[in-house]
């Protein structure tokens, strides 16, 4: 089992940066797939991003492909989402999410969530 804590949400103007990071407890990080995915007020939680065990391989939704990059440090237990240009339509609770069969599109497929980090961009 791992548990999951996002951090790095917060106010940021349309246009700007922020960085997201999600740490995991235990030593097992590494055989875990990451992913974050966004809700939205109104809307069902949607997938933004996922890394592979080994950092090899990465996944992201066209709405955020090229703005948003995935990164993990596994001696850190940490994944990370750096966010660029961002728009007042990334608004949303941003959650990381551990699979640790392989990583997916489909949020049902992960094992573990984090309780999430809120990002609000002003226009």
């Known amino acids: 089992q791992v548990h999951l804590v996002e951090s790095g949400g917060g106010l940021v103007q349309a246009g700007g940066s922020l960085t997201l990071s999600c740490i995991a407890s235990g030593r097992a990080f590494n055989v875990f797939a990451m992913g974050w995915f966004r809700q939205a007020p109104g809307k069902a939680r949607e997938f933004v991003a996922l890394i592979s065990r080994t950092g090899d391989s990465t996944v992201y939704a066209d709405s955020v492909k090229g703005r948003f990059t995935i990164n993990r440090d596994n001696a850190k237990n940490t994944v990370y989402l750096r966010m660029t240009t961002l728009k007042p339509e990334d608004t949303a609770v941003y959650y990381c999410?551990?699979?640790?069969?392989?990583?997916?599109?489909?949020?049902?497929?992960?094992?573990?969530w984090g309780q999430g980090t809120q990002v609000t961009v002003s226009s």
């Open positions: 999410a551990a699979d640790r069969t392989y990583a997916s599109r489909n949020q049902n497929a992960y094992d573990f």
